[in-house]
């Protein structure tokens, strides 16, 4: 099977696109080459390279010729700039994902896996979240990844396209760094570096947090799925912040104080997921516990932190 993966060089799709050519699927990926150290990672594999947007719709077109699937995860992710830069948001999240809604339906790619997020959820009502959760998202981001959600729905309803839909909760793991960074890869570098770990709030704010590499197994089971579903992808599990902070400082044997400041406006005090859909449905199991994810992390981050 030949697979096109949009942002396949970036955190998330890095390992989507390693997993996929390992189990010996044909991968191309698509990505705007904003992740160079990852797309350097992709060449070694010899996995075929396209530098393109996703706005790019002829692109996208020419590239799609023989391609049986496509996993698409480009987009635009940081939730405060997105606040800053609404239409921008649109313009990707929303037009890239209708470029490739379209694409597939011309060309007769009859399989999708669209990349959502939790964030459509908004103030859980309910513990823990399940897929028939009110949306309500509370970010322009959210609000645009809703969209994607809609326009899926619409495309199988109105064309019978087979879509698969994951509501990706906190992803961590290795190549997790910079601006869109997670609490997780932030409380490590700090660490690292003996740094305050900063938490907004007492720190029993829960979150469910996923191995990238359990996410990734998420998206390969996804390949064998038809019709139009929707999944939540997490571990199932609450964690507090607090209890991050400290299994890290313990790793690490970081002499790191955690320091708090005040609660941020529009935190969500507790999330997770019920994935018992995506058990069922998808045979989705996240196998990494979490101690063994953070060690993963802190190999990569101490690694790639010496060496940059």
Known sequence: MRVLITGGAGFIGYHVST???????????????????????LKKQGIELITADVRDIYTLWDITEKVDAIIHLAALIDVEES??????YHEVNVGGTLNVL??????????????????????????????SHPLN???????????????????????NLSVIVLRIFNVYGPGQRGRYSG??????ENALN????????????????????????????????????IFNIGSGKPYSILE???????????????????????????????????????????????????????KWMSENLKSS
């Open 244 to 298: 991050i902070a400290k299994v890290i400082k313990e790793i690490t044997g970081s002499f790191s104080k955690i320091i708090y400041e005040k609660e941020r406006i529009g935190d969500i005090r507790h999330s997770y997921a019920d994935i018992s859909l995506a058990k069922k449905e998808l045979g989705f199991y996240p196998s990494t516990r979490l101690e063994d994810g953070l060690k993963e992390t802190i």
């Open 137 to 159: 998202p509370l970010s322009v981001y959210g609000a645009t990844k809703l969209f994607c959600e809609i326009y899926s729905r619409i495309y199988n309803q109105m064309y």
């Open 183 to 188: 609490v997780i890869s932030r409380f490590i």
């Open 19 to 41: 997993l996929l050519a390992k189990k010996r699927y044909d991968v191309v990926v698509m990505d705007n080459g904003s992740r160079s150290s990852f797309l350097i990672e």
């Open 83 to 88: 606040s800053r830069k609404p239409l921008l």
């Open 194 to 229: 003996n740094k305050p770990l900063t938490i907004y709030g007492d720190g029993k704010q829960t979150r469910d947090f996923i191995y990238v590499k359990d996410v990734a197994n998420a998206f390969l089971n996804s390949l064998r799925k038809d019709g139009f579903w």
């Open 102 to 131: 379209h694409v597939a339906l011309k060309r007769r790619i009859n399989h999708l896996v669209i990349a959502s997020s939790a964030a459509v959820y908004g103030e859980p009502v309910s513990l823990p979240i399940t897929e």
